[in-house]
């Protein structure tokens, strides 16, 4: 029997999102960063979502899935 992992979802201000602790869920579609805090993500990131973004693995995702 599985056993789910417990989730805490907690307001956070985009300049401090360098700064966050434990890991960031990011909902989005499309093939680059669009809302305000995907393009804030990516600049952190130092380009990493963009290019996460833009592979094949991404392409290849159903509704409903994710990479890490």
Known sequence: MSHPVALQFQPLALEDLAK???????????????SPAAKRLNR???????????SEAWGRLKPGEGIE
């Open 20 to 34: 966050a602790p434990g890991r960031i869920a990011l909902l989005a579609e499309g093939a680059a960063p669009s």
């Open 44 to 54: 952190v990131m130092r380009g990493g979502l963009a290019r996460a973004m833009a």
